[in-house]
């Protein structure tokens, strides 16, 4: 990570980091599909259900500016890209998430901050934007249609976690007096 500060009110970031996530433990294991095999109940598709760790590379850049002496505003990017990018989901009747991985994978995204504080009032606001796609099943491929997992081969599509927009703000103020100080406070979060 670099930070870079040319003025008094003028902050710039940039960071790179590498990632190594392991697929979680409930994974269903390749042993309960293939005892399947040559069977009604094989999988549907030629398959490798082994889930794999994902390995990702991750961009990040921003600048904070101060604008006034009680007033800061900021402006956030990041960039995502994984090998073996992974995800889960719900199939069928059961209520355990399976894990499978997409051979790649992409999230991208930019965040606006502000806050403003003086006395003993204070305030923030967050608002971002972001977009998270993988393409082309390479495990656990018997969770899916044949005709999807083609589709998916050569197609990007949104991540179950992709959350387009979201957002939060907050307010509070600070009374102090003879016994200590007391803090009212109200925030809300949205999420598309």
């Not at 965040?111 to 796609?133: M, P, R």
């Not at 703000?169 to 009374?175: D, K, P």
């Not at 007096?177 to 109200?186: K, N, P």
């Amino acid at each position: 990570n670099l930070i870079c500060q040319p003025t008094d009110s003028t902050t710039l970031h940039a960071g790179y980091a590498r990632y190594f996530t392991p697929p979680p433990v409930e994974s269903v294991p390749a042993g309960n599909v293939t005892q399947f095999d040559n069977t009604s109940g094989a999988a549907p598709t030629d398959l490798d259900s082994t889930v794999k760790a994902e390995r990702a590379n991750y961009f990040d850049a921003g600048i904070s500016q101060k604008i006034r002496k009680h007033l800061q505003v900021g402006l956030d990017g990041y960039y995502k890209n994984a090998t073996h990018q992974l995800d889960d989901g719900l199939f069928g009747q059961t209520l355990i998430l399976s894990a499978f991985n997409y051979a790649k994978g992409r999230v991208y995204g930019v965040e606006f901050t502000g806050s403003y504080n003086q006395g003993g009032f204070s305030s923030y606001v967050n608002l971002a934007w972001s977009q998270a796609q993988g393409k082309n099943w390479n495990s656990a491929q018997f969770l899916f249609n044949p005709n999807d997992a083609a589709y998916v081969q050569t197609h990007w599509i949104y991540l179950d976690h992709d959350q387009r927009v979201t957002g939060s703000f907050g307010v509070a103020y600070t009374w102090t007096h003879s016994c200590g100080s007391t803090r009212v406070y109200a925030d809300a979060l949205y999420g598309s």
